[in-house]
């Protein structure tokens, strides 16, 4: 993984999405491989722990929300690496106070130009958006 001139919390989202990615395959926690195959990770190894347990926890909550912000397109049919990293920005929108919203929208943004297809970008910025402007709406006081 090249972490070289990173932001530290790229690198961290980086690593989780990996993690998350092989997880779909083997179930394995891989985060303390990860994190450990690579240093510069490990100031941020609380947060690392933190997003990857959050994202496992809230599978079928993240499912749900990203199903009910899809128009015309069924669930299956969109790529891995977006789904996962919809469910990343979901939970750091939810459950993550000290991020503002849009840095989250913005950083998993940047992450789906190097991870994912050209039009992926594009697709998460639209679905985060809607999903942070009606977490606003359902948490006004």
């Excluded at 070289?4 to 779909?24: D, E, M, T």
């Excluded at 069924?74 to 469910?87: C, G």
Aim: with cysteine.
């Amino acid at each position: 993984m090249t972490t070289i001139n990173l932001h530290p919390r790229r690198a961290a989202r980086q690593c989780v999405l990996k993690a998350l990615f092989a997880y779909q395959f083997s179930k394995n926690n891989t985060i303390k491989q990860l994190v450990s195959k690579n240093p510069e990770l490990k100031g941020n190894n609380d947060f690392i722990q933190l997003l990857f347990d959050i994202v496992l926890e809230n599978m079928k909550l993240t499912e749900n929300i990203i199903k009910s912000h899809l128009e015309n397109w069924e669930i299956e049919r969109v790529a891995l690496i977006d789904k996962i990293l919809l469910k990343m920005g979901i939970c750091e929108i939810y459950f993550i106070d000290d991020i503002p919203p849009k840095v989250t929208i913005s950083e998993m943004v940047e992450i789906a130009k190097v991870y994912s297809t050209d039009e992926s970008p594009v697709f998460i910025n639209g679905i985060l958006d809607a999903v942070f402007k009606n977490y606003i709406k359902d948490n006004k006081k």
